[in-house]
């Protein structure tokens, strides 16, 4: 098992063998709520994550088999995606127009193309957004001479972008993190997939807990699909997946395990405030708010509230810095 | 199939005289499939004219980019893409409404479907011709001095011919509000002339985010375009009632984009 290679197929082979069992449950899931009994919004969400997962699962595959910079790539696009979802969703002013150029054709590609350039540009992608954008959206939007509504719409630019480009970007920086006895590109990408996979799977447990044992709603009005049961459900399921992959990852058992959690905690946090912004704005779904397109945000919630938690944990316990 | 007995409604004060002369115009394009659908424009005069220069290629691209950029997606309520002769009405909000709007028919409708725009905008700049002239090839209606020979009506009969649809904006500008503008009565006096056309009303949905007034770089959101229900000119409708339930049927579309 210490042969790089052959622990990233181990890795391949078990994400496809839980992906095919998950995905029978959600077929089995399927076929009982047809007969009646299930909530078929439930399951047909349920069989919705799942697809988002094999679809991941397949993205991630360039990164075994590109460079770095495609999967930074293929990361920029659903970043830059998810920005438009959310963009769309927030009222904005005309007003906003130049600062959201700014945001979508210069500042996201900026962070892309830094968090390619490698780990030494840590010192400057973590702060491009945080800290230049931050400060220059309020200023470009003050230039444009609307007043109305000032820091309302700025915090809303600034909070897309952190959430959409500034997090998720920190799920390709993983594979930039030079962790020692850990630096074969199939080591690298290994770390991408595991953190992916635990996110998703999180996302695939939230909704079986929920159908299996929800009963305590922990905040009715912002979603009554998110219960204690299926907190600690997820919290429970994706611990136990990461120690069954501790191999594939730089960590210890034990470590793995609280990576495990933290991911999904992060996950689940996540998907809470997502559906509060989407409760504020009055839809259910980012992708039913311009029917045909398919929600992306909605399904990279949680990796991008998980991203940078788990980069930093990783990278303050294991990576030369 | 609402979308589909229109050539049962052409009945009242369509002339075959009218279609000759209207069969004169330069834009016919020789497309089987339209003509035979409407089988009382059989007899006009065939096509004289050679059909315009347009770029296929450039415009298959240049609606892929208006896809990309808009990221509009694309409704039928109550009504098919079809080749047959149609005026769709949009409310008109941004410079790249009659693109976007173009770009969501599919390519053998686009093929057949001119933009009607503004003169004064559409030939400002080298790009802006060529696009209005080789890739949509749009009817540019002046809008400042409105003469016999450039009458818009007249230049809108004659470019629809017997074979082509067109895209109007009839509140005749682009509108900030929130609320639709009264219509102009060019869409009354087109429905007047050829009340065989079917009138597709349209509700154009964020593209002003995307393209606002005043501004000249696109920021790519998320929109949305739906087609309602073919509408008609019924016999002896007043120019002001027909105007107002054209405007509804936009408005309508709205409501129903809201809902969702």
Known sequence: MSDPLTRTWLLVGGVLAVLAVTTAVGQYLRARAERGGLNPSVVNDFNLRIRAWWLMSSVLAAAFLFPLWVTVLIFGLISFWSLREFITLTPTRPGDHRALFWVFFIITPAQFVLVGMGSQMYGVYSVLIPVYAFLFIPVRVAFSGDAKRFLERTAKIQAGLMICVYCLSHAPALMSLDIPGFRSPWDRARLLFFFVVIAQFGDVMQYFWQRMAGRRIIAPTINPNRTWESFLGTLGSCSLLGAALYWATPFGPLEAVGMSAVIALMGFAGGMTMSAIKRDRGVKDYGTLVTGHGGVLDRIDSICFAAPVFFHFTRLLHAEW | MPGYNSANRTVTSFESTDAAMLATGAHDRDMNSAASSRGSNDDAAPPTASPPQTNRFIAGFLAALARLLSGFSVRWIDSQPDTCQRVYFANHTSHLDPLVLWAALPSEVRALTRPVAAHDYWIKTWLRRYIARKVFDALLIDRENVTVKNNPIRMMLEAIGTTNSLIVF?????NTADELDEFKSGLYYLAKKRPDLELIPVYIDNVNRVLPRGEFLPVPL???????????????????????????AVIRLREMDREE
Request: charged content about 35%; aromatic content about 10%.
């Open chain 2, 222 to 248: 998320l929109s949305c375009i739906t087609f309602g229900a073919p509408m008609w000119l019924e016999v002896k409708e007043p120019k002001d009632s027909f105007l107002k339930r054209a405007r509804d």
């Open chain 2, 170 to 174: 009839p509140e005749g500008h682009r």
